[in-house]
């Protein structure tokens, strides 16, 4: 049986990099494996923005999208009200044990390590959206 949160369609904001694409890929397999309403922007500050209009039930967003980069979203979200818990998945090509100390203390939800594929990407959402964390190891 699946849980509220695999099942219950959820608001999941994506802040992605002009040049990365995977953040169509995430949307794609929310949508299409969960149901969920993705918003898709591009750059931190569009991010950052979005949030403050319509608080989402999930971020996701790439590590090196600027204005601000991943880590600094998640401080900047974790000192705003009513999304200092919100579920932040940070995803990027560095690898877990260099970057998991950064995100940690940031306030990251989750890490998705490049390339990943739907499995983890759902993983991730469903365990964030439970209250949960998702840090692969390097071997993920």
Request: glycine share 8%; charged share 25%; proline share 8%.
């Given at each position: 049986?699946?849980?509220?949160?695999?099942t219950?369609?959820s608001?999941?904001?994506?802040?992605?990099?002009?040049?990365?694409?995977?953040g169509?890929l995430?949307?794609?397999?929310?949508?299409?494996?969960?149901?969920?309403?993705t918003?898709?922007?591009?750059?931190?500050?569009?991010?950052?923005?979005?949030?403050?209009?319509?608080?989402?039930?999930?971020?996701?967003?790439?590590?090196w999208?600027?204005?601000?980069?991943?880590?600094?979203?998640?401080?900047?979200?974790?000192?705003?009200?009513?999304?200092?818990h919100?579920?932040?998945?940070?995803?990027?090509?560095?690898?877990?044990?260099?970057?998991?100390?950064?995100?940690?203390?940031?306030?990251?939800?989750?890490y998705?390590?490049?390339?990943?594929?739907?499995?983890?990407i759902?993983?991730?959402?469903?365990?964030?959206?439970?209250?949960?964390?998702?840090?692969?190891?390097?071997?993920?």
């Open positions: 049986m699946c849980s509220d949160s695999q219950s369609q608001h999941v904001l994506i802040i992605d990099y002009w040049e990365n694409m995977l169509e995430v949307a794609l397999v929310l949508q299409r494996k969960r149901g969920d309403r918003y898709l922007v591009v750059g931190g500050d569009k991010g950052l923005q979005a949030v403050q209009e319509e608080p989402p039930d999930a971020v996701f967003i790439y590590l999208a600027h204005d601000p980069d991943g880590l600094d979203f998640c401080r900047q979200i974790r000192k705003m009200p009513r999304t200092e919100l579920p932040v998945i940070v995803w990027g090509a560095k690898a877990p044990s260099e970057i998991y100390p950064e995100l940690r203390d940031a306030g990251a939800t989750g998705l390590y490049q390339p990943c594929g739907p499995d983890e759902l993983a991730a959402r469903d365990i964030a959206l439970k209250g949960g964390t998702y840090f692969p190891s390097d071997e993920s």
